[in-house]
């Protein structure tokens, strides 16, 4: 299993960008399934973001297609996700989760990422 911390989040205005980082630590993840999900408040948890670290696919939710971008640094062992042109509708408690059987990435689906981080929380006002 890994353990994820993630970090980055914070509060901007619509239209500005985040990056948000996950580093990883514990078993070698890099045949895992990489995934960022969100959780708006009232909301359930959906997967906006993925990444299959053995060839480097990657998925994407429709609502932030274009916008975000997932990446890995495997020398830093980190993940991050680039947040551009942000909307108050992108606010949420971000979290950074690992499939380690490589389950679901298209999309990702909550149930079958095992580790999480605790979240980043994400807010921006219009």
């Known amino acids: 299993q890994v353990q994820l911390v993630e970090s980055g989040g914070g509060s901007v205005q619509a239209g500005g960008s985040l990056r948000l980082s996950c580093a990883v630590s514990?078993?070698?993840?890099?045949?895992?399934?990489m995934g960022w999900f969100r959780q708006a408040p009232g909301k359930e948890r959906e997967g906006v973001a993925a990444?299959?670290?053995?060839?480097?696919?990657?998925y994407y939710a429709d609502s932030v297609k274009g916008r975000f971008t997932i990446s890995e640094d495997h020398a830093k062992n980190t993940l991050y996700l680039q947040m551009n042109s942000l909307k108050p509708e992108d606010t949420a408690m971000y979290y950074c989760?690992?499939?380690?059987?490589?389950?679901?990435?298209?999309?990702?689906?909550?149930?079958?990422?095992?580790?999480w981080g605790q979240g980043t929380q994400v807010t921006v006002s219009s």
């Open positions: 514990g078993d070698d993840y890099h045949l895992y399934c």
């Open positions: 990444l299959l670290t053995a060839g480097y696919t990657t």
């Open positions: 989760a690992a499939d380690r059987r490589c389950r679901s990435w298209s999309p990702p689906i909550e149930s079958t990422y095992e580790d």
